[in-house]
């Protein structure tokens, strides 16, 4: 392996890490907020790529497009809160409640896939590049040849990411997710609309997802089942940098997708399974990931 291909399969690594970061963060903020993973949030992301695929070729100009699909997805996460997450808050305190969490927005991954594989069929799809040239528009730097396209997808992820941050953790709106987090109870005597806040929260995140599935059609194919592929890598991207510190799920994305690419150079037939094992031995040894908090709980 020369030194350009490693500094290249390091920048097409972290390219293919931060989406799986972004998808991360959505499952990490939903966490937080209500204490529960949404298990269909690897196919919001795919709704978004292939809501991408048809806004484009409607001839729509693209970055109309990709504020239509983000919002679109936003949308559609505020339907999913309305209608399939509102009600089992109601049942939260059921020895059910959990079980019923899990099969509902798996239900509802379910859904997405067999609606999307209806409209678009059950072949792959190109979303297209997000720049002109796509993956050959090459710049070089010391004798170092770097995909543009790969550059600007982990730039994006890289300002999305410090604006989430920033949301979160430096705005009123954040300072009352937060508290709703941290004591639902405390929030409703203080004047926070609960209901409101855990409904943006599900559509902060599936927005994110859409944003991902924006980024994502220019580094890989499309069909629709992927999506559960970005649902278990981003579980294991949030393991590994610690459910509790999105930073570090930032980093956990970089170092899985990093890992992922090296590990593919190195063996094609099965260079995803190295990173999933290294990950899983991570986990074993260190439950709260690698800049997680011991104590994660927040109820």
């Known amino acids: 392996m020369t030194f350009s291909t490693l500094v290249q399969l390091l920048i097409g690594g ?40 048809t806004a484009r070729a409607s001839g729509m100009p693209f970055l109309i497009a990709v504020a239509v699909v983000i919002l679109a997805v936003g949308v559609l996460g505020w339907i999913l809160e309305r209608i399939a997450i509102r009600p ?20 509802v991954a379910f859904i ?26 090459i710049v070089h730097l010391m004798g170092i040849g770097f995909a543009l396209e790969e550059l600007l997808v ?21 300072e009352s997710i937060l508290t709703v987090a941290f004591n639902p109870e405390a929030s409703s005597l203080l004047g926070i609309n609960t209901r409101a806040i ?43 940098g610690g459910f509790s510190n999105p930073i570090g799920i ?20 099965f260079g995803d399974m190295y990173p999933l094992l290294g990950a899983l031995l991570l986990i074993a040894l260190r439950p709260s990931g690698l800049f997680g908090e011991k104590a994660t709980h927040v109820r």
């Open 112 to 137: 997405l896939q067999n609606f999307v594989e209806l409209v678009h069929g059950r072949s792959v799809q190109h979303a297209g590049p997000l720049i002109e040239g796509g993956r050959d528009a």
């Open 198 to 240: 855990k409904t943006g929260v599900f559509v902060l995140a599936s927005m994110l997802a859409g944003a991902a599935g924006v980024l994502i059609g220019s580094l890989v194919t499309l069909h629709p089942h992927i999506g559960l592929v970005f649902t278990i890598k981003a579980l294991i991207v949030a393991a590994i």
């Open 14 to 53: 972290v390219a293919s890490g931060s989406i799986y970061a972004l998808v991360a963060l959505g499952l990490y903020i939903t966490h937080l907020t209500v204490d529960k993973v949404n298990f269909g949030q690897g196919d919001f992301m795919m709704v978004g790529a292939f809501l991408l695929i």
């Open 154 to 174: 982990a730039a994006v992820v890289l300002i999305i990411a410090a604006a989430f941050y920033r949301l979160v953790f430096r705005s009123r709106w954040g």
């Open 88 to 107: 089992l808050e109601r049942s939260r305190r059921s020895p059910l409640g959990n079980y019923a969490w899990i099969l509902t927005t798996a239900g």
């Open 250 to 269: 930032l980093l956990g994305g970089l170092i899985f997708g990093v890992s992922e690419a090296l590990s593919n150079y190195v063996d094609s037939s």
